[in-house]
């Protein structure tokens, strides 16, 4: 079973804060992928990752950036936090380097409120 | 510019009722669509997925789907509704080598 996990469900921070969510997967998966959810907006795709320290911009990459040193991990940093990131943020990964075809399982998400 | 479409934002039925939510992309190429579903307080997970072959997909719990390549548009369809079906659902279309666009959410509520 793919386990997608993320280190946090719940966190508040203040604006300005510099903010790091993390990610990993158990299923040695070339693919993984940070979105936003938002009512009414569906997924936005932020970042994702094809390889080790390989990433790419999604739709919406603004005053977020990424990491991925190692290929279980990918972490989504917010370098100074501000109001209008207060979402829930979804990490998920799927299989098949610089393919996208595969399922794309999920993680729970974490839920960040920005003060 | 590529989008994916839900036009129902919120649907209500009761239980034993037939369902369909829509979907419709803008893609001219060749495109890899999937149905997600959100049950409350739990991962999003995969409910179906359409990538070549017999345009009529079915999924877990039920569900099918059909991709209408006329049309660029993959419905999701039930025939009979349980109130264990109420989450939200997403569709999601990979068009060309871009990664995952999903659209906005149906949030469907069955009532007993």
């Known amino acids: 079973d793919v386990k997608v996990t993320q280190s946090s469900r719940y966190l508040v921070k203040r604006t300005g804060e510099k903010v790091f969510l993390e990610c990993v997967q158990d299923?040695?998966?070339?693919?993984m992928f940070w979105y936003r959810q938002d009512p009414g907006l569906g997924l936005r795709l932020i970042y994702f990752s094809y390889d080790v320290k390989m990433k790419e911009k999604g739709d919406i990459p603004e005053g977020y950036s990424v990491s991925r040193e190692k290929k279980e991990r990918f972490s989504l940093i917010l370098e100074s936090a501000s109001t209008n990131q207060t979402s829930m943020y979804l990490c998920?990964?799927?299989?098949?380097?610089?393919?996208?075809?595969?399922?794309?399982?999920f993680g729970p998400g974490t839920r960040l409120t920005v003060l | 510019a590529q989008s994916v479409s839900q036009h129902n934002h919120h649907v209500i039925l009761s239980e034993a009722a037939s369902l369909e939510l829509g979907c419709n992309y803008s893609?001219?190429?060749?495109?890899?669509l999937f149905w997600y579903v959100q049950y409350p307080g739990q991962h999003l997970q995969l409910l179906l997925k359409?990538?070549?072959?017999?345009?009529l997909v079915k999924g877990i719990k039920g569900f099918e789907a059909e991709f209408i390549k006329s049309k660029f548009s993959f419905n999701l369809r039930k025939p009979s509704v349980q109130w264990s079906d109420t989450a939200e659902y997403f569709c999601?279309?990979?068009?060309?080598?871009?990664?995952?666009?999903f659209g906005s959410g149906t949030r469907l509520q069955v009532q007993p």
């Open positions: 999601a279309v990979i068009m060309g080598r871009r990664a995952l666009t």
């Open positions: 359409y990538f070549s072959g017999d345009p």
């Open positions: 299923m040695d998966h070339e693919n």
């Open positions: 893609y001219g190429g060749t495109v890899n």
């Open positions: 998920a990964s799927s299989s098949g380097q610089r393919t996208f075809t595969d399922t794309q399982y």
